[in-house]
């Protein structure tokens, strides 16, 4: 049997799993933001309802994006798989970036478009959860570097919520995205109204100026700010008497919008907070130092509602009946950012990275206007042309990088000692160097490849997207059903006339006044003509 027969069957059973004591879950997701928060430690954000979800929820300390960026680490968490698995390392690869409208590079005007295109047996995880019954949402970002398919979710759109679902009996997984955190928040920001600069603790890789300063107060500034919205949505919980049957987690979607974070595969960029609340506040105010990565969300919730996990996954469940052991390492990435070119894979254990750069001649900072944008990074490389940077922002002063990295984040958590020339550590980086190539091998690790060669491999044999192939209409015993064959698609039907498309999984019973039409989505192909019937 294919595996793509392997995993319609597996909808078929999901379809039929009770809904009986299935609880909801809230994600609320943070865009670039480390772990700035009293339960990590860092107390000069007011923060009075995280800390409030920290102290009746479990915190996790060694959370990690997949990448430095948003993209990349969106389409982990939607797929259960490393980006680079499916050609989603680059970021914004289905879209023309910005950066590029003024330049005349040739190189850089010949950066492709394209979509991330997962395999036939891969779908997006809430998929699996619509099958099981629950109602799911998304509030609004999707980012998944392939166009959103409308069988993701019942509703994805500001105006998402838990509050529309069609009955209130109805499990719930809803997502709540806030940007007050983005990168773009601190370009060119006001004075800060809450943080005191002179309060603000400078990492060591920036130099301690009052820009610099400013900049940071003002990222503080908005972490206040998120606070009080997330208020808001908890007292919706609480005002529709959920709290007791809903699991909440809350998350940044990689690390701090800021230079030398945003992109980066040191902890700065990878690094987030994780805080997840249970209805019985199970563990509370404890705090848990497993390695996790984004890969493992999907599978995570999976388990958590009930709903058997699919074998193409390659992360793992941490909590719910599914739940594995521990892991050992997490992986990170960085490929080609707009239009700074790049490859770099990261290992990271409990204490040590190590960090493998394939393109060495190229310096860390890249050409990215977008970035260059915050007033920080304009005097940080002021200071670099006028050589006035020190010792420990030798990240951003280098003209190349060496081809492997070390750190030992418990002794130096800025990541700035490259211990990788010690001999001391020589075992520790043969280790993590053995295990990042059998990480590599196992999972083909496309982001290796040249841009116009993926497209290729995702899109064989020319690089030419394909179309989904129109769903097809088969009326049995008066029953419709829909079927598509091209492989892997995934169907949404509505009634005509109707805006809201359902998931199909099976069947439909007819009744004589209604006409219907489907579309058939291909992740990472043209969608289907809209059929009707």
């Known amino acids: 049997?294919?595996?793509?027969?392997?995993?319609?069957?597996?909808?078929?059973?999901?379809?039929?799993?009770?809904?009986?004591?299935r609880p909801n879950i809230v994600w609320i997701t943070a865009e670039d933001l480390s772990p700035r928060l009293a339960c990590y430690g860092d107390y000069l954000a007011h923060t009075p309802h995280l800390d409030q979800l920290a102290h009746e929820g479990i915190t996790y300390t060694r959370a990690f994006s997949?990448?430095?960026?948003?993209?990349?680490?969106?389409?982990?968490?939607?797929?259960?798989?490393?980006?680079?698995?499916?050609?989603?390392?680059?970021?914004r690869t289905h879209i023309r970036t910005s950066a590029l409208k003024d330049i005349t590079d040739p190189e850089l005007l010949s950066i492709p478009v394209y979509e991330a295109t997962p395999p036939p047996y891969a779908r997006c995880f809430t998929e699996y959860l619509r099958m099981s019954g629950y109602y799911c949402?998304?509030?609004?970002?999707?980012?998944?570097?392939?166009?959103?398919p409308v069988t993701a979710w019942d509703k994805s759109s500001q105006e998402a919520h838990w509050r529309h679902r069609p009955d209130p009996a109805t499990p719930f997984f809803a997502v709540f995205n806030f940007e007050v955190t983005h990168e773009s928040k601190i370009h060119e920001p006001p004075s800060p109204e809450v943080t005191d600069p002179n309060r603000v603790i400078v990492p060591p890789y920036y130099p301690n100026t009052k820009t610099v300063r400013l900049d940071m107060a003002h990222h503080?500034?908005?972490?206040?700010?998120?606070?009080?919205?997330?208020?808001?949505?908890?007292?919706?919980?609480?005002?529709?008497?959920?709290?007791d049957n809903t699991i909440i987690f809350f998350f940044g979607d990689h690390g701090d919008g800021l230079p030398r974070a945003k992109r980066w595969v040191y902890d700065s960029g990878i690094s987030v907070p994780l805080i997840i609340r249970f209805p019985d506040k199970r563990l509370a105010a404890t705090k848990n130092d497993d390695l996790v990565s984004f890969v493992d969300f999907a599978p995570t919730v999976l388990s958590l509602g009930n709903t058997e996990i699919?074998?193409?996954?390659?992360?793992?469940?941490?909590?719910?009946e599914a739940k594995t052991s521990p892991r050992s390492h997490i992986f990170a990435f960085r490929d080609r950012m707009d239009p700074a070119f790049e490859t770099i894979r990261a290992i990271r254990d409990d204490r040590f990275k190590y960090i493998r750069n394939y393109r060495p001649e190229l310096p860390y900072i890249g050409f990215i206007p977008y970035r260059d944008r915050m007033l920080m990074?304009?005097?940080?490389?002021?200071?670099?042309?006028?050589?006035?940077?020190?010792?420990d922002q030798?990240?951003?002063?280098?003209?190349?990088?060496?081809?492997?990295?070390?750190?030992?984040?418990?002794?130096?958590?800025?990541?700035?000692?490259?211990?990788?020339?010690?001999?001391?550590?020589?075992?520790?980086?043969?280790?993590?160097?053995?295990?990042?190539?059998?990480?590599?091998?196992?999972?083909?690790?496309?982001?290796?490849?040249?841009?116009?060669?993926?497209?290729?491999?995702?899109?064989?044999?020319?690089?030419?997207?394909?179309?989904?192939?129109?769903p097809e209409f088969r009326l049995i015993n008066n029953h419709l059903k829909i079927i598509c064959e091209s492989d892997g698609a995934s169907i949404a039907f509505r009634k005509k006339g109707e805006s809201v498309w359902q998931l199909y999984s099976k069947a439909v019973d007819l009744d004589n006044q209604s006409l219907y039409e489907a579309q058939a989505i291909r992740l990472g192909w043209k969608p289907s003509e809209i059929v009707s019937h």
């Open 1 to 21: 049997m294919s595996r793509t027969l392997l995993a319609l069957k597996l909808l078929f059973i999901i379809s039929t799993i009770t809904l009986a004591q």
């Open 66 to 91: 997949t990448y430095g960026v948003c993209s990349p680490s969106r389409h982990s968490i939607i797929m259960g798989m490393y980006p680079n698995s499916n050609g989603a390392g680059a970021m």
């Open 137 to 148: 949402t998304n509030n609004a970002k999707t980012d998944y570097q392939f166009k959103p």
């Open 220 to 243: 503080y500034d908005n972490i206040v700010a998120l606070d009080q919205q997330i208020g808001l949505l908890l007292q919706q919980l609480k005002d529709d008497g959920l709290l």
């Open 310 to 320: 699919p074998n193409h996954f390659e992360g793992q469940a941490f909590l719910g």
């Open 377 to 391: 990074m304009q005097e940080i490389l002021q200071l670099d042309k006028e050589g006035k940077l020190g010792p």
């Open 394 to 470: 030798w990240q951003f002063s280098s003209k190349s990088k060496p081809i492997e990295e070390l750190y030992d984040t418990e002794n130096d958590p800025h990541e700035i000692k490259n211990l990788a020339s010690d001999p001391v550590y020589f075992s520790k980086m043969q280790e993590l160097r053995i295990a990042l190539q059998q990480f590599q091998k196992r999972y083909e690790d496309l982001g290796m490849l040249p841009e116009a060669d993926l497209i290729k491999r995702l899109w064989p044999p020319d690089g030419v997207q394909p179309k989904t192939g129109n």
